[in-house]
Nanobody, 123 residues
Framework: QLQLVESGGGLVQPGGSLRLSCAAS????????IGWFRQAPGKEREGVSC???????YYADSVKGRFTISRDNAKNTVYLQMNSLKPEDTAVYCC?????????????????WGQGTQVTVSS
């Protein structure tokens, strides 16, 4: 069974940090670009970051300078380091894998999705 499992979410105060993990099982992420998406209740899902197979990264303007995506192929895991968190970052964060080597802006291009981890930023 091919799946992605996220972990690392939680409740943090504004300005705090969290590191999310996306662990793949049933397949190796070496040949997939991995994206992070988030969705708050009543809002559309939005892409926040992505890393290609060669390590090229993408960040939404709203998180540039605050979030860092990385991959550890030996551990079959992708990370999202989130610093300087803001209340508007509150959402369920999901990772997703696309079989293309490059990142995609389109949700439909991603074949595998994790169930998500809740991130809440509140004082």
């Amino acid at each position: 069974q091919l799946q992605l499992v996220e972990s690392g979410g939680g409740l943090v105060q504004p300005g705090g940090s969290l590191r999310l993990s996306c662990a793949a099982s049933g397949f190796t992420l070496d040949y997939y670009a991995i994206g992070w998406f988030r969705q708050a209740p009543g809002k559309e899902r939005e892409g926040v970051s992505c890393i290609s197979t060669d390590g090229t990264t993408y960040y939404a303007d709203s998180v540039k300078g605050r979030f860092t995506i990385s991959r550890d192929n030996a551990k079959n895991t992708v990370y999202l380091q989130m610093n300087s968190l803001k209340p508007e970052d509150t959402a369920v964060y999901c990772c997703a894998a696309t079989p293309t080597s490059d990142c995609s802006d389109y949700v439909r291009d991603y074949d595998y999705w994790g169930q998500g981890t809740q991130v809440t930023v509140s004082s």
